[in-house]
């Protein structure tokens, strides 16, 4: 079954950097919006932010804004999440989706679509 491959997780301290990456194999991200969600134990997966399929149009959930961007390489058929400042509530596992459209106001209404299947995500765990 066709799944997006997350990467680029990993501990790090309140301060700290990353960045994942968003990769599709046997398919393209091309025309597509794209996602990324989070899931922390014990809670439901919400939205993090969104890019448009040209790039050209961005959003991000309030907890995060500032914080992180989100860019796309549609050459290299990968999205990125550049993530600064990280939190100790920013720990979740990380997943990237095909969604309809990126929302430019409200992202939590941000829905994924039924493209491919949910990747195995990234886990990002912010502790010192």
């Known amino acids: 079954q066709l799944h997006p491959v997350e990467s680029g997780g990993g501990l790090v301290q309140p301060g700290g950097a990353l960045t994942l990456s968003c990769a599709a194999s046997?398919?393209?991200?091309?025309?597509?919006?794209i996602g990324w969600f989070r899931q922390a134990p014990g809670k439901e997966r919400e939205g993090v932010s969104c890019?448009?399929?040209?790039?050209?149009?961005?959003n991000y959930a309030d907890s995060v804004k500032g914080r992180f961007t989100i860019s796309r390489d549609n050459d290299k058929n990968t999205v990125s999440l550049q993530m600064n400042s990280l939190k100790p509530e920013d720990t979740a596992v990380y997943y990237c989706?095909?969604?309809?459209?990126?929302?430019?106001?409200?992202?939590?209404?941000?829905?994924?679509?039924?493209?491919?299947?949910w990747g195995q995500g990234t886990q990002v765990t912010v502790s010192s």
């Open positions: 046997g398919f393209t991200w091309d025309y597509r919006a």
């Open positions: 989706a095909a969604i309809t459209f990126c929302p430019g106001i409200t992202i939590t209404t941000m829905t994924r679509t039924d493209f491919v299947s």
């Open positions: 890019i448009s399929s040209s790039g050209g149009s961005t």
